[in-house]
């Protein structure tokens, strides 16, 4: 019988946990500074659900499950399709826009490697509702927050707008099958192949030649890469619309976020078929995988059933993130000290061990009773090991309401009262009040 967790998977100690939680906790205050009301889904959905906008590679990767009745379900994968039906079921009569935010875990059967997991977790902010450019760059806008209130250095974004090259093949008469395809490819960058497909398609020459140029437009002056594509673009009046949308939200995007660095580029594909607009990914310099992603998805409620809705979302990879940060050394150390350890003397002090222990936490401080029996010297051996800060002995003093505190780390002790042991305690507690 194995005993450890799947290939891909991991048991996460308090130390892996704390370091998560750090991530996690920045998250969450975004969702309250700018407005985001965090939900829950199932981790298990209908496959045909899951399976259906989410693109060719994560459609492979998807653990699928079958109940006792043959119906079959998957372990999310991502967390869009999730909220897009979630929206549909449960946010008819909200108005708009709305602003939902999550931390899930997520599952794809992916090869594992440094920062990539088989199960993993994300967060999520959607803004759903809006059309505008304005609602884009609160996405792109709250993604640089968190890397700023990470203190990540070297971040760039990348961005594309995926409505170029959708309406370039949609120019042709190719459907939204060849689309995707071609999205697909570019985003795994396979551009010779992509080229391939579009001759075995036999495309017109004139399309071919211009998607061989658009994929290979790219660069940190976003300005010059535009112009470039503008004159690319000359004849398709539809993709030039695309363009200058991913213009107007990089100006605005740069008029609120003056030194952040964009890299712009037109071979850039995010893998998911539900992306109608501009798309983006978030890399730090030197490390070879995004730590966030997102896009518009304008037609994705619509195709679940809802009215038709536009929306606009991000998820910052949290993994991710904590591997990053540490492989960067700019994880904060987490302090795992724990601050009290109630422990009796004897055995005929258990009672008053535990009632002590009761009369500190209901001020809301932490205190954890010693509830094996066992001698002085092993409970503070065990609280030594275990970090505990204080340690408060219940003996013979208590009958005249003394408490022995031990200072764990200056090693020295008093006798004190139970009420100036809960005011030595608050004063060592970060943060209260």
Not at 49 to 63: C, D, F, I, S, W
Not at 153 to 165: A, Q, R, T, W
Not at 197 to 222: H, M, N, Q, W
Not at 350 to 361: C, F, G, K, M
Request: proline share 4%.
């Amino acid at each position: 019988m194995k005993i450890n967790p799947p290939r891909g998977m991991r048991d996460l100690l308090p130390e892996d946990l704390a370091k998560r939680r750090y991530v996690e906790d920045c998250i969450r205050r975004l969702f309250k500074l700018y407005g985001y009301d965090e939900v829950e889904t199932p981790t298990l959905e209908s496959y045909e659900l899951l399976a259906a906008k989410v693109g060719e590679e994560t459609r492979r990767a998807m653990y699928i499950v079958e109940d006792l009745k043959g119906r079959r379900y998957a372990l999310r994968p991502e967390g869009t399709s999730p909220i897009a039906r979630l929206v549909v079921s449960k946010f008819k009569a909200y108005p708009k826009p709305i602003r939902l935010g999550y931390i899930w875990d997520f599952y794809r059967y992916d090869e594992p490697q440094f920062g990539r997991y088989r199960r993993f977790y994300q967060g999520g902010f959607e803004l759903i509702g809006s059309p505008t450019i304005e609602a884009d760059v609160e996405i792109l806008s709250i993604a640089v927050h968190l890397f700023r209130m990470l203190d990540i250095p070297s971040f760039y974004m990348k961005m594309n707008h995926v409505g170029i090259l959708r309406s370039l093949l949609s120019h042709y008469g190719f459907g939204e099958s060849v689309q995707n395809h071609i999205l697909f490819l570019a985003d795994k960058k396979r551009y010779d192949e992509l080229v391939e497909f579009l001759v075995d398609l036999k495309a017109p020459d004139k399309l071919v030649d211009t998607v061989s140029e658009i994929i290979k437009l790219r660069g940190f002056d976003i300005h010059s890469v535009i112009d470039k594509a503008r004159i690319v673009l000359k004849d398709y009046s539809e993709a030039l619309l695309s363009l200058e949308r991913l213009e107007s939200i990089l100006n605005l995007m740069l008029k609120l976020n003056s030194d952040v660095k964009i890299l712009v580029d037109l071979g850039f594909g995010r893998g998911l078929e539900y992306y109608t607009g501009m798309i983006f990914e978030v890399f730090v310099e030197g490390v070879d995988i995004a730590l966030a992603g997102g896009g518009r998805y304008d037609k994705l409620i619509e195709f679940y059933g809802g009215e038709p809705t536009p929306a606009v979302g991000f998820s910052p990879g949290i993994d991710r993130i904590v591997s990053v940060m540490e492989k960067l050394g700019i994880l904060p150390e987490i302090d795992h000290e724990r601050l009290l350890l109630v422990v009796p003397a004897s055995d005929r002090y258990s009672s008053d061990a535990l009632t002590v222990s009761h009369q500190i936490r209901s001020k809301g401080v932490p205190a954890v009773t010693e509830v094996n029996m066992r001698k002085l010297k092993d409970s503070l051996s065990y609280a030594d090991k275990m970090r505990f800060r204080y340690v408060a002995i219940i003996g013979e003093e208590y009958k005249d309401g003394l408490i022995v505190l031990r200072d764990m780390k200056a090693r020295s002790q008093i006798s004190i009262t139970l009420d100036r042991l809960i005011e030595i305690l608050e004063e060592s507690i970060p943060c209260r009040g």
